[in-house]
């Protein structure tokens, strides 16, 4: 595998078939937990940033997660599910109460709590996005997002981004922008324009001052949709997970053209949406509503698997035709488990505690930057945070191999994160962290990096 082909599989995250992972496993597994890893080996498909697995967890609590061998772990990864923390006793209270009263609502009919978990979203929504389908997962829900946008505009393209994740079904694929998930699967989706994605940080032209720079591709998505004619949507993260955050400015120029040119607007917060970034939903950001809004992962409360496709009222259009048509479409459990995470949300003012906590964490961060030169960039919003690393400044190299190494000396010292891009310390703890919790952990990671330098 070139150096180039291993970059470009580590954009969505850290590899697990790299050598550091073995040398970090050699030192810290023990041969208990080595049978049951090479157990969920036997059993299980390989593929990358999953399986093979690197440990094997035994608890999960909170903004922590514990392993066989009794070593506990500050979470700043979690699969975005962990916005009420693991094991959140409202949700899991909510979910056993569920389970006793109606487990599953079966095709054809509708339940309580799934309708007053769809009246809970479409209050905290923005604008007109009243209308709603729940899925099982974020990738089923943006499938539903982009088969309503082909009805209600009668066109079948979409723009997208390049580095973009939407989920690991081939329609989300053909418009993500991943070689871990697209290389060797073709052919894709048709009609699945890519664009750059408005990341200042990567500039792959020497065009403009970084400010101008976001706004020149803004206008590019306006200039296919004039010149294509026939674009059904633009899909894509308000925030992109590494984390870019774009300017209000970008995104409002988007959506004047996709009203312009007759195309939806979808924003994709599966990952950020109920708080991360200080707000309910990481569009209200930037002043812009989309015309189609998709969340997950924590919507469930990282209990039950739930997502929602959210639409704005006038896209109520598709009556006569399957969009979802799940078996778990109105799920009790999953109602259940969302109604109990949003409750939780408000009941315990998690959003402002995210914004507060977070200002804080990218001000420690920007401060970490200044007295290390492997840190070549630092950006976020909410606790949502990316530390870039780099080999130098000013050519701004990947410090991949760098980063995979800071990466495993902060799990040895109790802090779990993933990379994104090759060479991004992504940080997206609990919402319930403690200052004294980010304290640690910024402190575990600056640990790391200063051993790295010196090496």
Same mark, same amino acid.
């Given at each position: 595998m070139s150096e180039k082909t291993d970059n470009q599989l580590k954009l969505e995250g850290d590899i697990n078939i790299s050598e550091q992972r073995k040398?970090?496993? *050699?030192?810290? /597994?023990?041969?208990?937990?080595?049978? /049951?890893?090479?157990?969920?080996?036997? =059993?299980?498909?390989?593929?990358?940033?999953?399986?093979?697995?690197?440990?094997?967890?035994?608890s999960a609590n909170g903004a922590w997660i514990e392993d066989m061998q009794g070593r506990r772990y500050l979470d700043f990864h979690g699969n975005n599910v962990h916005q009420v923390g693991f094991g959140n006793k409202d949700v899991i209270d909510a979910v056993k109460k569920q389970l006793d009263e109606l487990p599953f609502c079966t095709r054809r =009919?509708?339940?309580?709590?799934?309708?007053?978990? $769809?009246?809970?979203?479409?209050?905290?929504?923005?604008?007109?996005?009243?209308?709603?389908?729940?899925?099982?997962?974020?990738?089923e829900a943006n499938s539903i997002a982009i088969k309503l946008a082909r009805i209600a505009t009668g066109k079948h393209k979409t723009i997208s981004m390049w580095d973009s994740f939407h989920g690991a079904t081939l329609d989300t694929i053909s418009i993500s922008g991943e070689a871990v998930f697209r290389k060797g699967i073709g052919p894709l989706s048709s009609g699945t324009e890519h664009v750059p994605?408005?990341?200042?940080?990567?500039?792959?032209?020497?065009?403009?001052?970084?400010?101008?720079? !976001?706004?020149?591709?803004?206008? =590019?998505?306006? =200039? /296919?949709l004039e010149k294509e004619g026939d674009i059904a949507a633009v899909i894509s993260e308000p925030v992109r997970s590494t984390p870019y955050v774009p300017s209000k400015e970008y995104w409002q120029i988007v959506r004047k053209a996709c009203d312009k040119y007759g $195309?939806?607007?979808?924003?994709?917060?599966?990952?950020?949406? &109920?708080?991360?970034?200080?707000?309910?939903?990481?569009?209200?950001?930037?002043?812009?509503?989309?015309?189609?809004?998709?969340?997950?992962?924590?919507?469930?409360?990282?209990?039950?698997?739930?997502?929602?496709?959210?639409?704005?009222? *006038?896209?109520?259009?598709?009556?006569? /035709?399957?969009?979802?048509?799940?078996?778990? !479409?109105?799920?009790? &459990?999953?109602?259940a488990a969302g109604l109990a995470t949003i409750n939780y949300i408000e009941k315990n003012n998690i959003i402002e505690h995210a914004k507060t906590l977070g200002e804080y964490a990218l001000k420690k961060s920007t401060e970490m930057m200044d007295r290390h030169p492997l840190i070549g960039a630092v950006r976020g919003i909410g606790l949502f945070i990316g530390i870039e690393l780099v080999k130098d400044r000013k050519t701004r190299e990947l410090a991949t191999e760098e980063a995979e190494e800071v990466m495993y000396r902060a799990l040895s010292k109790g802090v779990s994160f993933k990379l994104t891009m090759g060479n991004i310390l992504t940080l997206t703890p609990a919402l319930v962290i403690t200052k004294d919790e980010m304290d640690f952990a910024l402190k575990a990671i600056e640990e790391a990096i200063t051993e790295v330098e010196k090496k």
């Open positions: 040398k970090w496993q *050699k030192e810290n /597994i023990n041969s208990e937990t080595q049978k /049951i890893l090479d157990k969920d080996s036997k =059993y299980f498909l390989k593929q990358s940033l999953s399986t093979p697995c690197l440990n094997v967890l035994k =009919y509708t339940n309580k709590i799934v309708t007053d978990f $769809a009246e809970k979203i479409a209050s905290l929504t923005p604008g007109n996005l009243n209308k709603m389908l729940f899925a099982p997962g974020g990738a994605p408005p990341d200042i940080h990567r500039r792959f032209m020497d065009i403009g001052k970084p400010e101008e720079w !976001e706004i020149l591709w803004a206008k =590019y998505i306006e =200039y /296919i $195309a939806l607007l979808i924003f994709d917060e599966v990952p950020h949406a &109920l708080g991360r970034t200080g707000k309910w939903f990481t569009c209200q950001n930037f002043d812009v509503t989309p015309d189609i809004l998709v969340i997950g992962k924590g919507l469930g409360g990282g209990v039950f698997p739930i997502a929602a496709t959210i639409a704005d009222e *006038k896209l109520d259009v598709a009556g006569h /035709i399957a969009l979802g048509h799940f078996t778990h !479409e109105k799920s009790t &459990l999953g109602a």
